[in-house]
């Protein structure tokens, strides 16, 4: 079988060279390589479609198994353009038979959930697909015409990435998470500091990360240049494939070999890190909270959600802040889970009666808030502190409006405290 | 031989200043291109001229893999992108949709946009003020792609790397 004779191999190369059937390859190559899933959602779909209609000769799908449609950026539908739009993409998929998962929840977190598996490739027309490498998969984003080809031919070409290991140790203090530690890693390597390359979170410490952790780690990648971040798979994911009742194959479970090369190695012990803020406009613009505390940020909306942020884990992290508490009344504080499986085991938890007895707003599983299009829009001037992926000028509305990224007890404890605060404040 | 006049941008202009997250469910980029950079510089489509060229500092692209971004600076008929770098999707997405796009940190600080610049892409050579700038050639596979015009010509005709 291919793969079992690779050497001084990162797990990012085994996974690409499996798929390109070789038995090795090195950063810089490029290769072709078979794509397990493709997938595309409603916020560029429709290029998509004009593209297969209007340019390409063949009208087949490679593998419509292999491929699915995601309805989860806008919705539910808040125009009549945004209707004609969806309902095009509803109508392909119909038409050739491809999987559609319509307002269910958010792409990414619909593709762990449901699909993707260990030592898989997933190619999607949404950045933030490197998600995928949370369970050791390789996931990487690409534009609307590169799903095209993928859709029809089962495959791409892709440049072998270099890879930077960042090594964690240590544990968390309380009131510091996952969320934390990637802001600050893409603080100290900047928005471009890993363009082009593999992101492998490794060290003592990612054994004890669930896979919600993990997703939060990967999912981020893209922020600072990333082409995919990645995990080892490791008993934490054999885990939860048995909680959820999905089969693997431990064959896939690949690993950075001992003596492979790392283009850089980054070193955090996570003991010492404190609640993230990033400043407008920028993901690079970290600072510890209680720095920017004393300069009285005042809000005007939360946000906990996102593909980034929005699952369970985090949901509970924030009703422990929310619990009993009030959210001051000029704020809104909008809340939106990452799947409607994640919705239901919130409900389940009693965590929605707990945020809305808090006074916060809690709205159906989609991309809401964080993409800026359809829900809880910023006028001029607002200021939105969030648990989304990005804080781009004019990414959640007005280009005069101001977003900050925190954690989701940061976010909770800034809605509650009517500006930005450090959430150890709350929590003690 | 590509000729046009510069427009210069800082570092890290990512996607949702190119073309902002509520206007990619218009039915077509034709309705798009008034948006274009409406965040960075107001009227900039009033000012910019089909042909025009586009120069920019690091990480241009960065952000979301919206192909709607390169393809909306085509839409407003910019000829060549020339940047310190690019972000990796919006990189792919031009070779793609065959928007030439050409790395050159030289340039970059000697020229301050209002300039008139020419390319030649196969030889890799930029001219600007009595001034050539080289910059590296792109791999084979991509320059292969670009003569195609683009993947879903590549496709048609055929050719995928193997």
């Known amino acids: 079988m291919l793969g079992l004779n690779f050497v001084d191999m990162t797990i990012t190369e085994k996974i690409l060279a499996r798929a390109a059937k070789k038995n090795w390859t090195k950063p810089g190559e490029i290769i072709t390589v078979a794509v397990d899933w493709c997938m595309t959602n409603d916020a560029t779909t429709h290029v998509s479609i004009d593209i297969f209609n209007d340019k390409l000769n063949t009208k087949k799908i490679y593998d419509p198994d292999r491929t699915i449609f995601v309805i989860d950026h806008n919705v539910p539908s808040e125009s009549i353009k945004t209707t004609q739009v969806q309902n095009k993409m509803r109508k392909f998929a119909k038409d050739y038979n491809i999987k559609l998962h319509d307002g269910e929840g958010i792409c990414h977190q619909i593709l762990l959930e449901k699909y993707v598996l260990p030592g898989q490739i997933v190619v999607a027309a949404d950045s933030h697909t490197c998600s995928m490498g949370a369970i050791g998969a390789f996931g990487t984003g690409v534009g609307s015409t590169d799903f095209v080809g993928v859709m029809v031919t089962g495959k791409t070409w892709l440049k072998v990435p270099e890879t930077i290991k960042f090594e964690l140790e240590g544990q968390f203090a309380q009131g510091v998470y996952a969320r934390d530690l990637i802001l600050k890693i893409i603080g100290d390597i900047k928005t471009d500091g890993a363009t082009y390359m593999a992101m492998e979170f490794g060290g003592p410490a990612i054994r004890k990360f669930t896979v919600d952790d993990r997703i939060v780690l990967c999912n981020l990648a893209v922020e600072a240049g990333a082409k995919n971040g990645i995990v080892e798979p490791d008993e934490v994911i054999e885990q939860y494939f048995k909680r959820i009742g999905r089969c693997y194959d431990k064959n896939m479970f690949f690993k950075s070999d001992t003596n492979c090369k790392y283009e850089k190695k980054h070193n955090y012990n996570l003991s010492i890190l404190e609640p993230a803020i990033v400043s407008p406009h920028q993901v690079d613009n970290y600072d510890v909270v209680v720095k920017i505390e004393k300069d009285n940020i005042f809000i005007d909306q939360g946000f906990i959600g996102s593909c980034n942020n929005g699952r369970i884990e985090e949901l509970r992290i924030a009703s422990k802040i929310l619990k009993n508490k009030k959210v001051k009344p000029k704020i809104k504080l909008i809340i939106s889970p990452a799947s409607r499986t994640v919705f239901l085991q919130a409900l389940e938890e009693g965590l929605v009666e707990i945020f809305l007895n808090s006074g916060a707003i809690v709205l159906n599983p989609n991309c809401s808030v964080c993409w800026g299009a359809c829900q809880a829009v910023l006028g001029e001037g607002e200021v939105m502190i969030s648990t989304g992926t990005r804080n781009f000028k004019g990414r959640a509305g007005s280009p005069d409006s101001y977003i900050y990224l925190g954690s989701s007890a940061t976010v909770a404890a800034s809605c509650v405290a009517g500006k930005i605060v450090d959430p150890r404040n709350l929590i003690k | ?162």
């Open chain 2, 1 to 162: 031989m590509i000729k046009g006049k510069v427009w210069k941008f800082g570092d890290n202009v990512d996607t949702d200043q190119i073309i902002s997250s509520q206007y990619l469910l218009l039915p077509g980029v034709a309705e798009m291109k008034n948006y274009v950079f409406e965040s960075v510089q107001t009227d900039f489509i009033k000012h910019f001229n089909s042909g025009d060229i586009i120069i920019a500092g690091y990480n241009f692209g960065c952000g979301s893999s919206r192909e709607q971004a390169p393809l909306v600076l085509k839409e407003i008929g910019a000829s060549l992108i020339i940047a310190k770098s690019f972000a990796r999707i919006f990189f792919r997405n031009s070779v793609n949709i065959g928007l030439p796009i050409v790395v050159c940190n030289e340039i970059y600080d000697e020229v301050d946009g209002g300039q008139s610049v020419s390319c030649m892409l196969k030889e890799g050579k930029i001219f600007c003020c009595d001034k050539t700038y080289v910059f590296n050639a792109l791999p084979q596979h991509i320059m292969k792609l670009l003569n195609c015009g683009g993947l879903i010509n590549a496709i048609n005709s055929g050719y995928l790397l193997d």
